[in-house]
């Protein structure tokens, strides 16, 4: 036996019976040849980590446009907090913890910039103009199946795309999935019916333990970031019950709790008094922090910026013309990070302009996007003010 091998029959020996193995898992491109000392989730959470798409999620937008902040959370810190409230769920309950870290590291690769507010706008250009849905998810699966060509294997997509962590559930089960047809299906509903993207669930327990850490990962977090900024007086305004009120209570009661509810069994669940704070707690968070005032306002200022970068990128896609800011920086960046030759070929013919728009906007981090505009609107008095260090 090689290294691999010895570790999936390790897995198979020590891990829950509920617990996704590597060994029943391959990627979508057929065959590959397999690693001899990692099995496939593992090459999967190493795939993501090194592409450039991951790297910038450093300079995407949490929840606060403050980029002159050194501590507010970005994209990639919340990423990475995810992910380590993940691995100690499975780690406690023996299930694969490769995979749940590379779905962690992968769930927010489509994010747009400036958070779900550029999501928003995206999301609103995209359907005046197609008839389609923009969801960050559904982009994050894009970008690792299709933009960046990673062979990533059906439970690690499956996982990225069942992660939306908007929606809470009392009791978290996996729904069987059986193959890349299926999930193309799950996929483009998400594209063509506003209800799909609420109604996906991920396939294994380790997605499920993702997407409840999604949700564990940001509401304390962007309540100490919601102090910080000025938005509130402290972390003790809400409600609390039994989850707590701080990011330190959040997280230990929560996961403590999921863990001593869910050992053993083919699920995820917590206690109904944990789950109705829970529920209550996120719902606090929107009237309080996404929803105040002084947290939109700031976002309009880029919204009319969305709206001129998209026209105009639109109808570079149409001409293409090499010269073009998107061909050098969006085409000629996919053409050399793509092993398979005929990929720009096959993307230029086969995608709709408005798709090739949505990849490029997507994949900016907020800095670019600002200077893209800039340099695109020379002349445009539109722009963003952001607080400095000593304000």
Not at 64 to 87: I, K, W
Not at 178 to 199: I, L
Not at 273 to 290: G, L, M, R, T, V
Not at 306 to 319: I, P
């Amino acid at each position: 036996m090689n290294i691999r091998e010895n570790l999936e029959q390790l897995e198979q020996d020590n891990l829950s019976p509920y617990a996704a193995h590597s060994r029943d898992s391959r990627g979508r491109l057929h065959p590959e040849e397999q690693c001899d000392i990692r099995p496939v989730y593992q090459r999967d959470r190493d795939r993501i980590l090194h592409c450039k798409a991951f790297r910038r999620l450093k300079d995407k937008t949490q929840v606060f446009l403050s980029p002159e902040g050194d501590h507010y959370r970005t994209r990639l810190t919340h990423t990475l907090e995810v992910s380590q409230n993940a691995r100690t769920i499975v780690k406690a309950l023996r299930m694969n913890e490769d995979l749940v870290e590379a779905i962690a590291l992968g769930h927010d690769l489509g994010h747009t910039p400036f958070g779900h507010a550029g999501e928003r706008f995206l999301n609103e250009l995209y359907h005046a103009h197609t008839g389609r849905f923009f969801n960050h998810n559904v982009h994050s699966v894009r970008v690792l199946d299709k933009l960046v060509s990673r062979n990533m294997s059906l439970q690690v997509l499956d996982g990225v795309l069942c992660h939306n962590g908007e929606m809470e559930l009392e009791r978290y089960q996996p729904v069987k999935l059986t193959d890349f047809q299926q999930f193309d299906k799950r996929v483009e509903d998400c594209y063509t019916d506003p209800e799909a993207n609420k109604q996906q669930i991920p396939s294994t327990l380790e997605g499920c333990v993702m997407r409840i850490s999604d949700i564990i990962a940001y509401l304390g977090k962007d309540r100490q970031d919601a102090v910080k900024v000025g938005i509130l007086k402290d972390e003790g305004q809400f409600t609390g019950g039994k989850i707590g009120t701080t990011n330190a209570e959040i997280i230990n009661n929560m996961i403590v709790n999921i863990i001593e509810n869910s050992y053993g069994k083919p699920y995820l669940c917590m206690e109904k008094d944990y789950y109705d704070a829970f529920s209550k707690a996120k719902k606090e968070n929107y009237q309080q922090i996404y929803q105040n005032s002084l947290v939109d306002g700031v976002y309009q200022q880029i919204q009319p910026m969305f709206e001129q970068m998209y026209e105009e990128l639109l109808r570079q896609a149409h001409s293409m013309e090499k010269n073009s800011i998107l061909y050098r920086h969006h085409i000629q960046y996919l053409e050399e990070i793509n092993y398979n030759s005929d990929f720009i070929d096959d993307y230029m013919e086969k995608e709709q302009p408005d798709q090739i728009v949505v990849d490029y906007i997507a994949s900016m981090t907020d800095n670019y996007f600002l200077a893209l505009y800039h340099e695109l609107f020379p002349n445009s008095k539109n722009s963003v003010v952001f607080n400095g260090y000593f304000e």
